[in-house]
């Protein structure tokens, strides 16, 4: 085990993950949405961050290779339980947060059967560019549960006209309510088509590591 600063950086991710989840478990929200973003987002960061520098300065390690994918899958699946829960677990993340939960998944469980084999499921350009748009859009639906906060607080005991006269600016909107809404309604459908995007590359991406495992699932044919 190296401990150079590209390996801290991962190991800092990894860590991170299970924060997102427990800022919603201590704080109250907004707090929690925000300690959440804030955590995701940084941590996104280090994952560019780590490999370049570990590049950079010649440090790549054995250590390093090990845990990185696996910081970033514990990112990735830990955050989009909460935001998928926090959303209401709508059809529309469930369904794409499930081809990428089986897909991990998947993809795992072909490592640990090919074993000495497992190297020919390198980390490929488009698989590393499925967990960029993942990233993405996870940041992006966590910031939808700010602005929708946010909504809720300042249109909360206000009838619906009201409410639809102030987005219309026949009253005066002080607070700013009108470009909340607008953000909240950019960032769930913004986040909504990152998510399935996401997912297609994630599809994509797992059936090209399955394709190339299949030589080595084949039966043995006999002999005899």
Known sequence: ?????????????LLAAPGVALAFALLPRPFADWVALILFVGASLTDWLDGYLARKWDQCSRFGAMLDPIADKA?????????VGY???????????????FREVFVSG???????????????????????????????????????????????????????????????????????????LATFYGGVGLMWL??????????????????YLREEESND
Not at 4 to 10: G, H, M, S, V
Not at 88 to 96: A, D, N, Q, S, T
Not at 155 to 166: H, N, T
Not at 198 to 215: N, R
């Open 110 to 184: 072909l490592r640990e059967f090919l074993g000495a084999q497992a190297g020919l499921l390198k980390v490929t350009k488009l698989a590393k560019w499925k967990t960029t748009l993942q990233m993405v859009a996870i940041a992006v639906l966590f910031l939808q549960g700010l602005f929708e906060h946010y909504v809720g607080m300042l249109s909360y005991g206000m009838g619906a006209q009201i409410f639809a006269d102030v987005l219309a600016g026949n009253i005066a909107d002080e607070f700013g309510l009108g470009w909340k809404y607008q953000g909240m």
């Open 75 to 83: 990112m990735v699946v830990i955050a989009l339980l909460v935001v």
């Open 198 to 215: 996401a997912a297609l590359l994630t599809v994509v991406t797992g059936w090209d590591y399955f394709s190339k495992s299949l030589p």
């Open 1 to 13: 085990m190296t401990w150079n600063i590209p390996n801290i950086l991962t190991v800092l991710r």
């Open 87 to 101: 959303a209401g677990m709508p059809l529309v993340l469930v369904i794409p947060a499930t081809f990428i939960f």
